[in-house]
């Protein structure tokens, strides 16, 4: 605070005590404007020379001043802060109260250097966009954006619960109800979500909070994606979001994605509810997004093994490569969760394996034609043993590889040229050919 401002605060307080009239405050002002600053030209020195004031009345004015001071220090804008919530790239999250409403809410502020840095500002106006454009239970709410003492804030819904990456380091997994329940509620935020045509683009447990009463909200719209003008603060070919919950067309670069990007990000969510971790852990950036766009997670039963058949399946076609290949919209999430719910298994092709009293269907093809006696199919065999698709593909692999190097001994065998035999040993009356050393001169022939 300058000096000026501390001079005409003491004046106020001391008006608005019922010390001292607005009149001779400004009188006091005015002189002290006339004299050079120094010892006895403060306002409290001369009203106090003047006997506007006595030594008591002046204490008590500066003592209200000294606390007045302390809670702007506290303050921003019209919001008192209470304490620090937490803190992420796009600024520092505190609990703050509203002065006059006593509101509590979330108080997102960006750092003072960030603020500097059109990029980061105008991603942070534009969460403030995207969430102010959003009205739904499942979503928080945006209560007002501005600018105080330069810094920019954004006042947002306060959710007296916890997130559920934090739920998952204190209590380890969560139950497959639980997990469907978060699921189903998310399903629901981005179906509002997407009629709006916002895309969350950073859908992770850290973003997703739950109250004691099981209300999960979806919270950190930095990265929202609206296409249009919001092009101009993302780079096509540069990634963006969290690796491990990253969709494979964000970790290749593309900006302009679609809702069926935060189902993939929300599947990988669900596979750390399941499993106590991504879907892809450890390493760095880089070889976790290269994982997401190139290779298949560890089954999820392979990790928690009381999960159904169905959350499995869910899943794993949340999680499918190619967009195409995904739910396509919120609404056919929900249908699917529904279904898992109701103990049914979505199928990873778009077609759906429904229960019929808590039974699964049986196919034609394993029926025989006549008997009526089911046929047993291999893959059901070996998903009862506790192998799955990729195990005995691996071992039909070696199987494969195994034979084809049999059939390379063989052919071999087979082309090999017959060895040379021996000379038989001479009969009687056979000479046998005899090697003389060169040079050697021929002997006598014997006489006739």
């Known amino acids: 605070m300058t000096a000026r401002k501390f001079e005409h605060l003491f004046g106020q307080i001391a008006i608005r005590e019922g010390f001292v009239s607005s009149e001779k405050v400004n009188e006091c002002l005015e002189e002290q ?25 002046i204490r008590k004015v500066l003592d209200i001043q000294a606390k007045l001071q302390g809670e702007d220090k506290k303050r921003i804008g019209p919001y008192r802060i209470i304490g620090k919530l937490g803190q992420g790239g796009m600024g520092t999250v505190y609990l703050a109260e509203h002065v006059e409403e006593g509101r509590r809410v979330a108080l997102k502020v960006l750092p003072p250097d960030l603020a500097r840095d059109e990029e980061f500002l105008e991603r942070f106006r534009r969460e403030a966009r995207a969430v102010a454009s959003l009205d739904h239970p499942n979503i928080v709410r945006c209560f007002g954006v501005g600018v105080s003492g330069g810094l920019h804030y954004i006042a947002m819904e306060f959710v007296e619960g916890k997130d559920v990456e934090s ?22 935020a981005l179906s509002a979500a997407c009629t709006r045509g916002v895309v969350h683009r950073d859908i992770k447990p850290a973003n997703i909070l739950v109250d004691a009463d099981g209300m ?152 025989g034609p006549l008997t009526g006696i089911r046929r047993i199919p291999v893959g059901a065999v070996m998903r009862k043993v506790g192998w799955d ?50 040079g050697t001169p021929n002997a006598e022939k014997p006489a006739g």
């Open 216 to 367: 999960a909200k979806l919270t950190d719209f930095g990265l929202a994606w609206r296409g249009g003008s919001d092009a101009k603060v993302t780079q096509t070919g540069v990634a963006v979001g969290t690796p491990y919950y990253i969709s494979p067309e964000q970790a290749r670069g593309i900006q302009d994605v679609d809702v069926r990007s935060d189902i993939y990000s929300l599947g990988a969510s669900m596979y750390h509810m399941m499993t106590g971790q991504p879907p892809f852990p450890g390493g760095n950036a880089m070889i976790v997004m290269s994982k997401h766009v190139s290779e298949e997670p560890v089954p999820v039963r392979r990790l928690a093994p009381g999960a159904s058949e169905g959350i499995e399946a869910l899943i794993e076609k949340m999680l499918s490569k190619k967009p195409e290949d995904r739910q396509q919209t919120p609404e056919e999430l929900l249908a699917d969760i529904t279904l898992v719910e109701s103990g049914g298994v979505p199928s990873r092709k778009g077609k759906v394996l429904k229960r019929s009293g808590g039974k699964p269907p049986v196919h034609p093809a394993s029926v």
């Open 389 to 438: 698709r990729a195990d005995w593909t691996q071992w039909a692999i070696i199987a494969g590889l195994l034979a084809i190097l049999a059939a390379a001994a063989i052919a071999i065998a087979l082309l090999k040229p017959p060895r040379q035999k021996e000379d038989p040993e001479p009969r009687p009356g056979m000479g046998r050919k005899t090697s003389m050393p060169i």
């Open 33 to 57: 404007a006339r004299k050079p600053r120094g010892p006895g030209n403060r306002i409290g020195e001369l009203m106090l020379a003047k006997r506007y004031l006595n030594a008591e009345q």
């Open 167 to 188: 739920i998952i380091e204190e209590r380890g997994p969560m139950s497959e109800g639980e997990t469907l329940a978060v699921a189903r509620q998310m399903a629901a």
